[in-house]
């Protein structure tokens, strides 16, 4: 199959042929015929060729003689007037500020100072109060929450200043054991290790095809791919455990202020079957740490949720208890029993349909949400009411009884499931007087 290829003349053997490389690389090269070149060809010359991909390597079909440069003429000529008037004018101008609207030129008088009554009238850079004082600032805290988040409502520092709660600083590993590894290997091996690196065993079989087809094209051996996966696989488990120390070593010096998820994390990659006492006395360190600060932050997280419920802020509290600061974290019963009591007298038939879909969903997020049995639905609920309680009767099961929507029951665990299939009680096989009862 004919493609299309930038080829450079490089030299002349004879009468009948030419060397060529491709244009901008060393290969692929080879001959081409002289009588496909065009008339005028010299050494250097770019040009487009049509060559046939075979075997025994490329065969130029065709080449195209490359096109003319164009000269830049991009100059723009002048035709001047037999008069003796400059083609430029200058100006010069006197250092200084611009003259402003509302403020008085340098040249002409004073500007009017901000206590005249043309400051006071609004006309000057700051409006003041009657009285000349200045006008007393809005409060950050009586501004709505809307203004203080970004465009796409995300909390801003402001809102992480104001809640106590300070952003988790991210992982940034350094390269010093996986250095040590590479350094370690063969010179031979050491590209498979930097594959092994940058994607594991499958970044090491594109590697492969990618040299392999480079090599075809070039004419050369290509690389055996069986033999080179098994050095990589015995180079792979090194890679694994350097991999995880760096990223355990910068954990582990910022410890404190990393988040709970990415110490988790960590701790769950570590391979403690790898025999490595590095390896084991990290992952302990880290262990430690991820208990206490998991310990710390579960009992300030229920320390705020029990104080949005004493000032009776209900929707405050169950969105508080939504944001788990860990996966073990759990509300004490009692804290959880006041919070289901409060949703129960505050999902009333008395309470406005607006306050009723904001409750809702509130609690759709909440680790309560099965524990709440609203009472009955407003009276005059409307339509938009019903709509968005039937979309959440499935995380709210009491909101499926009064808007009668059928919600099917969560499964129960299969215990036939969890017992091997060698040892699952057999059916018995149908008897004769079984078969007659059954027909």
């Known amino acids: 199959m004919a493609t299309k290829l930038e080829i450079e003349l490089t030299s002349q053997l004879n009468n009948d042929s030419w ?16 009588e496909l070149l065009y008339d005028g060809a010299k050494i250097g010359d770019v040009a487009r060729a049509e060559v046939s991909m075979g075997l025994d ?14 000269s830049a003429d991009n100059r723009i000529e002048i035709i001047g007037s037999s008069s003796d008037d400059p083609l430029v004018t200058i100006s010069v101008r006197k250092k200084g500020r611009p003259d402003r609207p509302g403020r008085g030129s340098r040249e002409g008088g004073e500007r009017p100072r901000q206590g005249t009554d043309r400051g006071r009238q609004g006309q000057g850079p700051r409006n003041r109060q009657a009285d000349g004082e200045r006008p007393q600032r809005t409060n950050d805290r009586d501004r709505p929450a809307s203004q203080d988040r970004g465009a796409r409502g995300r909390p801003t520092s402001n809102d992480r200043r104001r809640s106590g709660r300070s952003e988790a600083k991210r992982l940034h590993p350094k390269e010093t054991h996986r250095r040590e590894v590479l350094e370690s290997l063969l010179p031979e091996h050491r590209p498979i290790g930097e594959a ?21 094209a070039a004419g050369e051996p290509e690389t055996p791919v069986d033999a ?27 410890a404190q202020e990393i988040s709970l998820k990415d110490l988790r994390s960590i701790l769950a990659a ?60 759990k509300l004490p019963t009692e804290l959880a029993q006041r919070l289901v009591t409060l949703c129960n007298e505050e ?93």
């Open 19 to 34: 060397t060529w490389r491709a244009a901008g690389a060393r290969s692929p090269k080879g001959t081409v015929a002289a």
């Open 57 to 70: 390597g490329i065969e130029v079909l065709a080449v195209t003689a490359p096109a003319p440069k164009k």
């Open 196 to 216: 092994l690196m940058k994607g594991g065993l499958p970044a090491v079989r594109a590697a492969i095809s990618e040299q392999n087809a480079r090599a075809a």
């Open 228 to 254: 080179t996966l098994k050095i990589a696989e015995g180079i792979l488990p090194k890679i694994r455990v350097a991999t995880w120390l760096d990223r355990a070593e910068a954990a582990n010096e910022i």
């Open 270 to 329: 570590a391979d403690r079957s790898a025999k490595n006492q590095q390896v084991t006395e990290l992952a302990n360190a880290l262990t430690e740490v991820l208990n206490a600060r998991a310990s710390t932050e579960t009992e300030k997280w229920q320390k705020e949720v029990a104080g949005a419920v004493d000032e009776n802020r209900l929707v405050r509290a169950l969105r508080l208890s939504a944001k788990l600061p860990d996966p073990t974290a």
């Open 347 to 439: 999902m009333s038939a008395d309470t406005p349909s607006e306050r009723w879909m904001v409750l809702i969903d509130a609690v759709a997020q909440s680790p309560i949400r099965r524990h709440v049995q609203p009472t009955s639905l407003p009276s005059d609920a409307t339509p938009e009411l019903m709509e968005f309680a039937k979309e959440n009767a499935g995380r709210i099961p009491a909101l499926a009884q009064l808007t009668g929507v059928s919600v099917p029951p969560p499964p129960r665990p299969e215990i036939l499931a969890m017992v091997p299939k060698t040892s699952r009680p057999k059916k018995p096989a149908a008897t004769e007087e079984t078969q007659v009862n059954e027909d």
